[in-house]
Every structure is written in C-alpha cells, then in structure tokens.
Nanobody, 115 residues
Framework: QVQLVESGGGLVQPGGSLRLSCAASGSFFSINVMGWYRQVPGKQRDFLGIIKSDGSTNYADSVKGRFTISRDNAKNTVYLLMNSLKPEDTAVYYC?????????WGQGTRVTVSS
C-alpha cells in the first residue's frame, strides 16, 4: 500500500506562483512514476505531467513551459511548481504514483487563482 498526501494548495493571484508537494509513504521499494493531474468539478481529471524514477519528465501541452515537476527520491516526494498562474488553472490538484503497475492517488489539494 502507498499513501499520498498533497500539500501547498491555496489562493493565489493571477500571474503568481505556487508549489505543490506530494509525499508518499507506505510499503514499497521504489516508485516508478509520479505525476500530477487536476480536476474541475463536473469535468474529467486532466493529465498535467509525470516524472519517472530516472528524473525524465513529460508534460501536457497546456502547461508545458509554466509547470515544472521534480522529485526527491530520498524523501519519496514529488513537487509541482506552477508559474504564471491563470484563473483557468483553478482546480483540485491530485498526485499519482505508480508502484509495480498499481496506481495510487492522493486526496487532492485545491488551488484557486483569483484576484
């Protein structure tokens, strides 16, 4: 079992930045892939990006250049740095981890971009 806890969400003004964290705990040797998604009420959960254990990343076109994913393998933590935030980035942000082909989700952290 893997538990994921996100933190760092909140209210930010348009153009601002925010960094989300997701800490993984539980019984696992290593996490193959960690990623971030977001969801607006009434809509599907959208892919934002992933980072593999070797540090390679892949991003959705919608956030490429504004969002950066990084990870600290020693702390089993993944980060999402969001710059130049827009009101349309308002959503609940979810962390995902893949361990031996099993997918785990965090509970989500809300981000609101508003003046």
């Amino acid at each position: 079992q893997v538990q994921l806890v996100e933190s760092g969400g909140g209210l930010v003004q348009p153009g601002g930045s925010l960094r989300l964290s997701c800490a993984a705990s539980g019984s696992f040797f290593s996490i193959n892939v960690m990623g971030w998604y977001r969801q607006v009420p009434g809509k599907q959960r959208d892919f934002l990006g992933i980072i593999k254990s070797d540090g390679s990343t892949n991003y959705a076109d919608s956030v490429k250049g504004r969002f950066t994913i990084s990870r600290d393998n020693a702390k089993n933590t993944v980060y999402l740095l969001m710059n130049s935030l827009k009101p349309e980035d308002t959503a609940v942000y979810y962390c995902q981890a893949v361990v031996r082909e099993t997918v785990y989700w965090g509970q989500g952290t809300r981000v609101t971009v508003s003046s």
